[in-house]
């Protein structure tokens, strides 16, 4: 029985009531919505302040040592020298097993190598790879790893894309949030995914693509070949020495199951942005600076770093157009502004996290703004585009409301 | 719906909420439950390996948790959204942690009750600040509706216990845990956990009576 269910006066009573009522506290949808973008955001960039300070003492640490170690050893070693790589490669010693590593395992990495580039060193130009014998796990950002396979080499293209320069690798993709793909380039191709596992593989001529989990998207020009799990696909590494079309060069083969086998779709790539623009954390590093731009009265730097921030991609980008239109409206007072604001957000992330709120803001602004009929329109468009919404209630009777003001103003 | 000043002055109803700073508004209801058909132990296993629908799954599953949980520790509605978001955010970046000897939710309510104490400590010293400076305390929006005004009430009665008699009151009467399951979110032997709401019990009475001629 619970405390205070057989109340013995008003006060008690009150008391449970209230308990109770605590107790049906949920919050709402759309404040865990934006919590979620928030929290999304924060996951997908590094650790980067404990991270940082571990690189800077692991480094330190190992430089001391190995100067220590060279210092005994290079006298008995003489000119043999260890594995070699080119400048701009980092080494992944030979690894056996499958084990998954994390960052916090930087310590007692177990292999394959766990290599995590810090976001700018995954930079045009920049390569890890492995030589024979070798392989690494390398985080590629957003979550994303690639298993490199002996002899592969991985580089960033100048979309800051991953990019499979040559050799095999397994990509461990998370599934992204809305409005976010990743893609990887192996050699014309890109590979455009939502999250799946998938290995990509680029040969002496060839490119080829292999599905574990998921669905891809494999596009070159205007092409597009969409892969299911079991799918492979191979195509030439230089498509256009090939002979042929590249679609008759281009070939899937479908996977060992008995499904249908249907040819290849072949569509127009969507303009889905990709992992690339401007580096994650410095869009995830925008909002707590324009909210700081605020709080100090500085509402043009805050609206000049939210735009800045909504120009890349991912949910800090998403947030941002939102928020741009948010601050133009209460703390620049341009609702017209914010309206149109609000509309690009809407146009840009059609099924954004914050969508719904875009909505509702819009059919507020106009209905305090006197334009009943626009009003009007955007809340029946919010009814049937959100018939379980939890505020259509409230929208229905706004919508009322409008309506009621719109025929009192064609009777006069 | 909240009644606000719009940009010309006029009183409009808020169909948003009111904003009080980016990013945060008030609550006004309640999302759908998600349903627990994956095992917190499966889910964490996935969260583990970088999945983030995983993720996405477990803050669906745990937000409303900590959006009461917070509320009823006293956490302001305004402080709320940024408190909700460190708290996942420290869920997700200890949950290698997370030895499963304890269930999923008695690990979340202990990170969230640490955090809501460290914020309250923090809110305190901010008000004696205040107070030493003279400061004029900004007045909250308020919300006339009966059920907010009873919400309102709890917190202030809630306000008079000592942290640790609140936490333990809360776990209890608000969300249901067995003194065995307090006893490993707040970290004391299950003893004291009875003492503790005991005492927390008799003095909320008192202040409800207080309040109820």
Known sequence: ?412 | MVLRSDDDGRASESLTGQNTSMGQKQNTSSPAPVPAAIADAELVRACRSGDMTAWRSLYDRYAPLIHRFSAALGIPAEEREDAAQDIFIAVFRSLRHFRGEAQLSTWIYRIAARHAIRLGRRRRTRETMRVMMLKEKPQPEVDPSERSTRLATLDRMLGKLAPKKRTVLVLFEVEGLSAKEISDVVGCPENTVWSRLHHARAEMVKAARRMVP
């Open chain 1, 1 to 412: 029985m619970k405390w205070l269910e057989s109340p013995q006066d008003e006060a008690e009573k009150l008391l449970r009531d209230s308990l109770d009522l605590a107790a049906q506290q949920t919050g709402d949808e759309i404040s865990h919505r934006r919590v979620w973008a928030k929290v999304a955001d924060s996951l997908l960039e590094p650790e980067r302040r404990i991270s940082g300070r571990l690189v800077l003492a692991t480094a330190s640490a190992t430089v001391a040592v190995l100067a220590v170690v060279g210092l005994v050893v290079y006298p008995y070693v003489g000119s043999k020298r260890p594995l070699t790589a080119p400048a701009t490669t980092k080494l992944a010693k030979a690894p056996s097993s499958e084990a998954t590593a994390s960052p916090s395992s930087l310590a007692a990495a177990p292999e394959p190598k766990w290599i995590a580039p810090e976001e700018s060193e995954r930079a045009p130009g920049n390569v890890v790879s492995t030589g024979k014998g070798e392989r690494a796990r390398v985080a590629l950002g957003g979550g994303a790893t690639a298993d490199l396979a002996e002899s592969s080499a991985v580089t960033w293209d100048s979309q800051h894309r991953p990019a499979i320069e040559h050799g095999s690798a397994r990509l461990s993709v998370p599934h992204q949030p809305p409005g976010w793909r990743f893609s990887v380039t192996a050699g014309p191709y890109v590979v455009t995914v939502v999250g799946t596992k998938f290995t990509v593989e680029v040969g002496g001529r060839t490119v080829g693509v292999e599905v574990s989990e998921g669905v891809v998207e494999v596009s070159r020009g205007s092409h597009t070949t969409r892969l299911a799990a079991g799918d492979a696909w191979h195509g030439p590494l230089y498509p256009e020495e090939s002979a042929g079309s590249e679609d008759q060069a281009a070939s899937v083969t479908p996977p060992p199951s008995e499904r249908p086998q249907p040819a290849p779709a072949r569509a127009q790539v969507s303009p889905a942005p990709a992992l690339a623009g401007k580096p994650t954390s410095l869009i995830g590093r925008s909002l707590p600076e324009a909210e700081a731009a605020l709080r100090s009265g500085d509402t043009s730097r805050a609206i000049d770093i939210l735009s800045r921030a909504a120009q890349g991609t991912g949910p800090a980008a998403e947030n941002a157009s939102y928020e741009l239109a948010r601050v133009t409206r209460y703390n620049l007072g341009k609702p017209r502004q914010a309206v149109a604001l609000w509309d690009k957000y809407r146009s840009r992330f059609p099924n954004g996290l914050l969508r719904t709120e875009a909505d509702l803001s819009i059919v507020e602004t106009l209905s305090q703004l006197g334009d009943v009929q626009a009003a009007l329109a955007e809340a029946n468009a919010f009814i049937s585009r959100h018939p379980s919404s939890e505020r259509r209630g409230d929208v229905q009777r706004l919508a009322e409301r409008l309506r009621a003001a719109e025929a009192s103003s064609e009777s006069r």
